[in-house]
């Protein structure tokens, strides 16, 4: 199946299955050696495809860059204990891993653990051994409630509600209403880096690079 065309939502809802059916006991014959099913590999090979470019994530120091930019960028990731340290976490970036890791990779419904595939060797890494080897704690704030409070995110295309004016307006610069455009080149100066710092370190970077959808 050629995927290279579908939505993202509608991969989404190939992923959304049970875990014995993403991760059957016996794998698809009619797969390849690295993978346990069809949809898996028909996922991968759209990620292969020159339509789809995967642009490296990079490690940021948030002192460094708070003193090249004139500003205190460091008071906006302390709401979690170890997250500046996380950004700047040095690492080798491999391309393979990633491409198979997105292909392979089951959330579990209460985001206990994820498994996964490496090489056709399946792995499971539970919350509690993520946060151990990042030196992360466990919060039961969740992220999306600060960022959107109880709106659905708009990040899914034609689902979910545009926060209100009132509510952006800060990360804008004014005049600011009704209307008014919400891409990045109409962000104030500390939302503009914040939204730097998160487009090359956190957030998945397939392609849309001008595309402003994720703190919209």
């Known amino acids: 199946m050629d ?41 991968y ?21 708070g003193n090249v930019v ?8 302390t709401y979690l204990y170890g997250l500046p340290e996380l950004l700047a976490l040095p690492g080798t970036y491999c391309e393979q891993w990633v491409r198979e890791f997105y292909t392979s990779v089951w959330v579990s419904p209460y985001h206990s653990y994820i498994h996964y595939a490496q090489a056709g060797t399946d792995y499971r890494v539970t919350s509690q051994r993520a946060r151990e080897v990042l030196g992360l704690r466990a919060y039961y704030t969740r992220i999306h409630q600060i960022c959107y409070r109880n709106f659905e995110s708009p990040r899914r295309p034609h689902r979910g509600e545009i926060p209100p004016v009132d509510f952006v307006a800060p990360c804008f610069r004014p005049p600011f209403g009704e209307g008014s455009s919400r891409t990045v080149g109409v962000l104030t100066r500390p939302a503009r880096i914040l939204d730097f710092v998160l487009r090359k370190t956190h957030l998945p970077r397939t392609g849309y690079r001008d595309g402003f959808t994720r703190i919209q």
């Open 3 to 43: 995927l290279t065309l579908v939505s993202a939502y509608e991969i989404q809802q190939l992923c959304f299955v049970p875990f014995p059916t993403w991760f059957p006991a016996a794998r698809d014959p009619r797969a390849s050696a690295w993978f346990y099913t069809v949809v898996q590999e028909d996922i």
């Open 45 to 65: 090979e759209a990620l292969v495809r020159p339509q789809s470019q995967f642009r490296e994530h990079r490690v940021i120091d948030l002192e460094i860059l």
């Open 70 to 77: 004139v500003a205190d960028i460091l008071q906006y990731f």
